[in-house]
């Protein structure tokens, strides 16, 4: 089995940063692109950022200039470091990665079980 575990989220005031951590484990091959995505409440889930495994990224608009998303390969592990946190980037963020168990021929989708980010004074 795979599994992807987040930790970092926390209660933070507006303007503060926070740094997510998202590790993978388990019988894994390989790892393709990894991404943070977010759901706020009454909203849809959203891919907040993606990062391949050359280290190519890409962000929604909103967190640009704001968010930076990383990788270490070796740890199988992927961080987004979250600066200048908003009221409305509240909302409960999903590591999300595409894995290939050993034994397989196929990438395919996992998801973490989320951590909560509430930016609130």
């Known amino acids: 089995q795979v599994q992807l575990v987040e930790s970092g989220g926390a209660l933070v005031q507006p303007g503060g940063s926070l740094r997510l951590s998202c590790v993978a484990s388990g019988n894994i091959f390989g790892i393709n692109t990894m991404g943070w995505y977010r759901q706020a409440p009454g909203k849809q889930r959203e891919l907040v950022a993606g990062?391949?495994?050359?280290?190519?990224?890409n962000y929604t608009d909103s967190v640009k200039g704001r968010f930076t998303i990383s990788r270490d390969n070796a740890k199988k592990t992927v961080y987004l470091q979250m600066n200048s946190l908003k009221p409305e980037d509240t909302a409960l963020y999903y590591c999300?990665?595409?894995?290939?168990?050993?034994?397989?021929?196929?990438?395919?989708?996992?998801w973490g079980q989320g951590t909560l980010v509430t930016v609130s004074s």
């Open positions: 990062i391949t495994s050359g280290g190519s990224t």
């Open positions: 999300n990665a595409e894995i290939r168990r050993l034994g397989y021929l196929r990438y395919l989708e996992h």
